[in-house]
């Protein structure tokens, strides 16, 4: 199954949906958040209280470009290559991706 992915420009909605997830009782291992500044995306893992969720810290190994790195990731949770081309596009001008791999989340996050 496709994991659930939305686009964030805006700290505190992300914030808002990772509580709302979390009441939800889904759990850190299923939620991923992705970004271009490794530093911010572990800000947001701080402020949300939950550990594990910051995919940026996954070493997947050996790329020498980001952008190989971030592809590879978005496949491992199965994005397919052209959707993920779209989120590295998001990534690249500073939005930041949260991944939900538990499917009982749809429709939950708008």
């Given at each position: 199954m496709n994991p659930v992915v939305k686009v964030y420009t805006?700290?505190?909605?992300?914030e808002t949906d990772v509580n709302t997830l979390k009441d939800q009782g889904?759990?850190?291992k299923d939620i991923?958040?992705?970004s271009s500044d490794e530093a911010h995306t572990a800000e947001i893992v701080e402020q949300t209280e939950l550990e594990?969720?910051?995919?940026?810290?996954?070493?997947i190994g050996g790329y020498s470009y980001k952008e190989d790195e971030f592809l590879r990731k978005l496949e491992i949770l199965n994005i397919t290559e052209i959707e993920a081309e779209k989120y590295i596009k998001e990534i690249k001008q500073g939005k930041v991706l949260l991944i939900v791999t538990d499917q009982r989340i749809k429709g939950v996050l708008k």
């Open positions: 805006n700290e505190k909605d992300l889904i759990s850190q991923y958040i992705l594990n969720i910051n995919y940026n810290r996954k070493d």
